[in-house]
C-alpha cells in the first residue's frame, strides 16, 4: 500500500539506536564540546563581509536589529530543535526528527535536502577559504599561481587550496570525534578572540554620530533603508546564524544527549547573537555606514579597522592597530576550516542515518572499528566535496545552502506541533515554549526568508529533489528496513512518488520559464538544462503512473 511512505519509525526503536550497544558511535561529546561545534558552525567569513554591505545598502546603523530579527527567527527554529534533541537524541537531526514524526516520505526528502545544507556547503566554503588563503598570502608577498587557486569556470585549472582544506578536515574526523572537537575548540577559541579584540579595541573610537539617523529614511525603494531596509537586511544576515542545527546531527557521540543538546543549541546561537550584535555595532559606531558602499570580502571590516586611529592636523586618520586586519583574514581562515569541520561532520552522520535505515546503501553506516567513525562514509564525500570545490565555482551553490536550511527548519517546526499532538507523554528534558506559536512562527520566518530568494536558487532546488526521488525510487523505497517488500507496496508507493515528481518536474518546467522571461535570455545554459530534465522526468515520473500493482 501507498501508505507504506508514511510509516514512521518507533521511538523506542530510535532510543534503542542511540542507547548501548545499539550506539556504534562513541559518545565524547559534552555540553562544552557542543556549543563550541555550534559556534564553528555559525561564526564563519559572513560577520566579516555580509554586516558591512547589508548596513551600507539596506539598514544603516539598524543592522544591529535586523542581527536581533534574524536571530529570533533562528531562535523559534532553534527551540523545535532543542526538544527533538532532549526527546530523540539520535544522529541525523532533522531526517530523523521527521523520520518519527511524518513518515519515510518526508524523512527521504529532508534527508537528501540535507545534503545542500552541509556537502554542497562545505564544498562552497572551501572555496572561499581559497580565496583568503591567497590573500593571506599577498600580505607576505608570497603569490600562489592563479592557474591552481581557482576552477576552470574562474579562468584557472584547478582550486588545490580547496581540496587541501577538504581533504585536512576530511582525515581529522575520520581521526574521531573527539579529536576533531578538540581542533574546532582551539579553531573557535582563535576566532572568537579576534570578534572581542575587534570589539573591545573599537569601542574607544565609536563616534556618536555616526548612528545618526539610527534608522535612515526609506529612498523610495522598497528594502532600501527604513523599516524595509532593516527586514531586507535581516533577511541577508539570517544566513550568518546558518549552522546551530549542525549540533543536532553528533546526539549519538553526546556523553548525555537529552540534557546536553539543548545547551549546545540554544547556548551557541545565544553566544554568537551577542558577538554579532556588537560587532555590528562597533562596526557602524568607528565609521559612517556609507563608507562600507562597494565593499566586498574582509573590505567592510577593513574600512572600519583603518577608522579606528588618530587623526592629524590635516584630518587624516592613522590606524592604530593595522595588523589588526591580519588577524581578522586568520580569524577567517580559521573559521571557514571549523564550519567545513562541522558541516562535513553533519553529512555523514546525516547519511549515517539513513543507511542504517535502509534508504542508503550500508557503506554509509560502516564504522571503523578502530576510530568508531564512518570512515567509509568520510572518504566517499572527501572525494565528492572535493572535486566540487575543485572545479565548480562557488557562485553556483552558494544560496543553495541556505534554501536546504530553511526548508530543513520549517519541517522540524512541523515536527514539533505534531509530535506535541500524537505523543504528548513521550518525556521531553526540554520542551519548546508557547506551542503551537513559536513553531508557526518559526515556519512563517523560514519562509519568507525562502521566498525572497532568486529564483535560480529555487531551479537548483527542485533539480536536486528530483535527483533525489530518483534514488528513492530506485533503491530506498525497495530496500527501506521498514517496508513490508511487497511488490504492490513497492509499486503503489512508486506511484504516490511519482505523481508528487511529476508536480515538481512541472513547477521546474514553469520556474525556468519565469527565470529565462526575467533575465531576457541571459540564462540559456540553466534554462534549456532545466527544460530537457524537467521533461525527462515528466515522461519518467509518468510512467510510474502506468504500473499495475
Known amino acids: 500500500m ?41 561564526i564563519g567569513a559572513g560577520l566579516f563581509s555580509i554586516t558591512g554591505g547589508a548596513a551600507a545598502n539596506q539598514a544603516g546603523p539598524a543592522i544591529t536589529i535586523s542581527f536581533i530579527v534574524a536571530a529570533l527567527g533562528c531562535a523559534f527554529a532553534g527551540l523545535c530543535y532543542a526538544e527533538f534533541a532532549s526527546m530523540i537524541p539520535v544522529a541525523g537531526s532533522a531526517y530523523t526528527y521527521s523520520y518519527a514524526t ?51 569556470f574562474d579562468g584557472g585549472m584547478i582550486n588545490l587550496p580547496a581540496i587541501f582544506i577538504v581533504i ?31 570589539i573591545v579595541l573599537g569601542w574607544k573610537y565609536i563616534n556618536e554620530s555616526n548612528y545618526v539617523p539610527y534608522i535612515p529614511e526609506n529612498t523610495g525603494t522598497f528594502g532600501e533603508y527604513g523599516f524595509s531596509g532593516i527586514v531586507r537586511a535581516a533577511a541577508i544576515v539570517f544566513f550568518a ?40 555595532h562597533v562596526m557602524t559606531g568607528v565609521t559612517p ?22 587623526t592629524d592636523a590635516a584630518g587624516v586618520i592613522h590606524p592604530d592597530y593595522p595588523w589588526l586586519n591580519r588577524a581578522i583574514i586568520v580569524a577567517i581562515l580559521a573559521g571557514y576550516s571549523s564550519v567545513i ?98 513553531p508557526i512562527l518559526g515556519i512563517f520566518v523560514c519562509f519568507f526568508m525562502m521566498a525572497f530568494l532568486p529564483l535560480d536558487t529555487w531551479i537548483r532546488l527542485f533539480v536536486w529533489m528530483i535527483i533525489g526521488f530518483d534514488v528513492y525510487l530506485y533503491y530506498g523505497i525497495k530496500n527501506s528496513f521498514l517496508s ?16 508528487v515528481g511529476l508536480v515538481l518536474a512541472l513547477a521546474l518546467a514553469i520556474i525556468a520559464y519565469a527565470h529565462h522571461a526575467t533575465t531576457d535570455g541571459e540564462d540559456t545554459g540553466i534554462f534549456y538544462f532545466s527544460m530537457i530534465f524537467a521533461v525527462v522526468h515528466l515522461v519518467t515520473f509518468g510512467l510510474t503512473q502506468t504500473k499495475k500493482a
Open 2 to 42: 501507498a501508505s507504506q511512505l508514511w510509516i514512521k519509525k518507533p521511538l523506542d526503536k530510535l532510543m534503542q539506536e542511540s542507547s548501548g550497544e545499539g550506539n556504534q558511535l562513541k559518545r565524547t561529546l559534552g555540553p562544552g564540546s557542543l556549543v563550541a561545534l555550534g559556534i564553528g558552525a555559525i
Open 102 to 152: 511524518m513518515g519515510e516520505f518526508i524523512a527521504w526528502i529532508i534527508g537528501w535536502d540535507l545534503v545542500l545544507e552541509y556537502a554542497v556547503g562545505a564544498a562552497t566554503v572551501s572555496i572561499s577559504w581559497s580565496r583568503y588563503l591567497v590573500k593571506f598570502c599577498e600580505g607576505f608577498d608570497v603569490h600562489l599561481p592563479a592557474a591552481l587557486t581557482v576552477g576552470p
Open 168 to 198: 585536512l578536515m576530511s582525515l581529522l574526523l575520520m581521526k574521531g570525534t573527539e579529536e576533531s572537537a578538540t581542533v574546532n575548540a582551539v579553531i573557535v577559541g582563535l576566532k572568537v578572540i579576534v570578534v572581542v579584540i575587534f
Open 241 to 280: 546564524y546558518i549552522g546551530f542545527d549542525a549540533v543536532s546531527t553528533a546526539a549519538q557521540e553526546a556523553k548525555n544527549p537529552k540534557k546536553d543538546m539543548p545547551i549546545g543549541i540554544l547556548g551557541s546561537l545565544v553566544i554568537c547573537t551577542v558577538l554579532y550584535i556588537l560587532f555590528a
Open 289 to 310: 555606514y556609507t563608507s562600507f558602499k562597494g565593499q566586498d570580502g574582509i573590505a567592510p571590516v577593513a574600512v572600519a579597522i583603518e577608522a579606528m586611529g588618530t
Open 341 to 438: 569541520l562541522v558541516m562535513l561532520l553533519g553529512q555523514s552522520r546525516v547519511f549515517f542515518s539513513m543507511s542504517k535505515d535502509g534508504l542508503l546503501p550500508r557503506v554509509f553506516s560502516s564504522v571503523h572499528p578502530k576510530y568508531q567513525t564512518p570512515v567509509k562514509s568520510n572518504t566517499m564525500f572527501l572525494i565528492f566535496v572535493s572535486l566540487f570545490a575543485a572545479f565548480v565555482p562557488a557562485r553556483v551553490v552558494g544560496e543553495m545552502t541556505s534554501i536546504g536550511t530553511l526548508f530543513a527548519f520549517i519541517l522540524v517546526c512541523i515536527g514539533v506541533m505534531v509530535m506535541r499532538k500524537q505523543r504528548p507523554d513521550v518525556p521531553r528534558a526540554f520542551k519548546t515554549p508557547l506551542v503551537p506559536l513559536v
Open 484 to 499: 513490508d517488500r511487497l511488490p504492490a507496496s513497492i509499486v503503489n508507493g512508486s506511484k504516490t512518488v511519482g505523481l
